[in-house]
């Protein structure tokens, strides 16, 4: 069974699995580059890890323009 796709707005779409469970995706946010892991640090904030080593802070589901930091000694080899 193939999953089903229903949308709820141009952000949020409902994805039912085989087991008839459902998820939500909601886009929080453009601008990201290979997203990595993310924490919710507030109701308003969450901190989210970049492949080259920045971690961005999105806040009210916008994309501060600058990083909270940059690691500077990192692999952007393949995980393979």
Do not use: C, W
Not at 2 to 26: L, V, W
């Amino acid at each position: 069974m193939k999953p089903t796709t229903t949308e709820r707005s141009t952000q949020i779409a409902t994805i039912q699995t085989t087991q008839d469970i459902q998820y939500d995706i909601i886009k929080i946010t453009d601008g990201l580059q290979v997203p990595r892991s993310i924490v919710q640090t507030s109701p308003t904030r969450i901190l989210v890890t970049e492949r080259p080593g920045r971690i961005r802070v999105v806040e009210n589901n916008i994309l501060q323009q600058n990083p909270l930091h940059t690691i500077q000694e990192i692999s952007n080899q393949s995980e393979e």
